[in-house]
Nanobody
Framework: QVQLVESGGGLVQPGGSLRLSCAAS????????MGWYRQAPGKPRELVAA???????NYVDSVKGRFTISRDNAKNTVYLQMNSLNPEDTAVYYC???????????????WGQGTQVTVSS
């Protein structure tokens, strides 16, 4: 079965940096668009960054210039480098991917379990 495993969350001081990783595993035929969402308490889940299989990216305005999304297709992994973090970035971050598998060749949506990012002094 296909699954996404996240890592890299934690506690960091304002102005600091974190790097999130999300690795897809299983009977993968095609790994399409991947991205990161986040959800803070009392707020709706929002798209933070996304990257296509060809490397095109887009970001929510609040993180432009601070966050960088990238992927390593050989490792089926997507990364989110987060710099100049501030308390408003505190949230649970979820990895997202659209994947076709050998037993289910149509694209399906998959979610990671989520990793907590806390920015505080």
């Amino acid at each position: 079965q296909v699954q996404l495993v996240e890592s890299g969350g934690g506690l960091v001081q304002p102005g600091g940096s974190l790097r999130l990783s999300c690795a897809a595993s299983g009977s993968i035929l095609s790994l399409n668009t991947m991205g990161w969402y986040r959800q803070a308490p009392g707020k709706p889940r929002e798209l933070v960054a996304a990257i296509t299989s060809g490397g095109s990216t887009n970001y929510v305005d609040s993180v432009k210039g601070r966050f960088t999304i990238s992927r390593d297709n050989a490792k089926n992994t997507v990364y989110l480098q987060m710099n100049s973090l501030n308390p408003e970035d505190t949230a649970v971050y979820y990895c997202y991917a659209r994947i076709a598998s050998f037993i289910a060749p149509s694209l399906q949506a998959y979610w990671g379990q989520g990793t907590q990012v806390t920015v505080s002094s």
